[in-house]
């Protein structure tokens, strides 16, 4: 996951009278491109951390994924805009600092150690409701997304319902499920709060800020949850750093730039259209690589998840 990744597409109202209406952003091949690499390789993350945690600890591998894409995109801002780019204010470098920690310590960092326990496809089926929290928290905040949008928060908790009762998802741990939807509402607050404090006007520059401290944030709570005792680093396998690398190079780079100019490029509802499709993705690639398996509960309550996610989606499209 990564910062406002998981908002659908907010409700927009005419301008004012006087004022020149939005640009029309167009779906050019580029962006069904960049669409794409959203759609696959943030899928495939869920079975990446799998991956990671078979052998390194949840939250260190999760801190130095982060640390070392934040620093990477930093030092290719600073080579392709200058030093500049990276200029922001005390309170612009607090919500940033903020919304990174509640990004990903809170909502990924839970995902990585959830992993160690729940099936990877499970997992990405849980994620998907993130949009039907955000919904409610708009709510608790005055906003009225609408009839459509609330239909689809309850087929989404009811979907939830369906994967986070004891037994019907299979041997998993009802406590790495519980941790799963702990770190959905954090995701989700980290989520709708970016966008009503003072962030980084370039969306890259807060994400290098945000990766930064959400990296640290892991470390720290990895050293707290004493992590590093006994650590061998001789003992991590091969397929963990290739995981790992793949994380940081495909997962926290090259999706979240394509991510962050889709945001800027492509019509909103059109974005948020990667929230029911990643699960899909997530649960194909457990189900191939992983061999994990794909219960009728499963199915069933993914697949009033992202009903319940699409109906969102195709709702605030309309607004």
Do not use: H
Not at 132 to 148: D, I, N, Q, S
Not at 197 to 222: D, Q
């Amino acid at each position: 996951m990564t910062s406002r990744a998981a908002d659908p597409a907010p409700a927009t109202s005419a301008p004012p009278t006087g004022r020149p209406a939005p640009p029309v952003r167009r779906i050019t091949g580029a962006v069904w491109a960049a669409l794409g690499i959203v759609y696959v390789v943030w899928g495939s993350t869920y079975l990446g951390i799998a991956v990671v945690v078979e052998t390194m600890p949840p939250f260190l591998s999760a801190g130095v994924r982060f640390v070392v894409a934040g620093l990477l995109l930093a030092a290719l801002l600073v080579w392709r805009k200058g030093p500049g780019v990276l200029k922001v204010t005390r309170a612009q470098l607090a919500s940033a600092a903020v919304v990174g920690l509640l990004l990903l310590l809170g909502g990924n960092g839970l995902v990585v150690l959830a992993e160690t326990s729940v099936p990877s496809g499970l997992t990405a089926l849980l994620i998907a409701v993130v949009p039907a929290w955000v919904v409610l928290l708009r709510t608790a905040f005055g906003e009225r997304p609408g009839p459509g949008a609330y239909s689809g928060v309850l087929l989404g908790l009811a979907g939830l319902a369906v994967l986070t009762l004891p037994g019907l998802s299979g041997d998993v741990r009802i406590g790495g499920v519980l941790t799963v939807v702990v770190a959905t509402v954090l995701w989700s607050a980290g989520t709708f709060s970016s966008s009503r404090i003072p962030m980084p006007a370039n969306p890259f520059t807060a994400s290098v800020y945000e990766m930064i401290a959400g990296g640290l944030g892991c470390l720290l709570l990895g050293l707290v949850r004493g992590e590093q005792r006994g650590l061998d680093v001789s003992d991590f396998s091969a397929r963990s750093w290739i995981a790992l690398a793949y994380l940081v190079v495909f997962g926290s780079l090259l999706a979240f730039t394509a991510y962050a100019w889709l945001l800027q490029t492509a019509p909103l509802s059109l974005v948020a259209t990667y929230a029911y499709v990643n699960p899909v993705v997530a649960v194909v690639l457990g189900a191939l690589v992983l061999d994990e398996a794909l219960t009728w509960p499963i199915a069933l309550g993914g697949a009033v998840v992202v009903a319940g996610v699409w109906l969102i989606v195709s709702t605030e499209r309309r607004n």
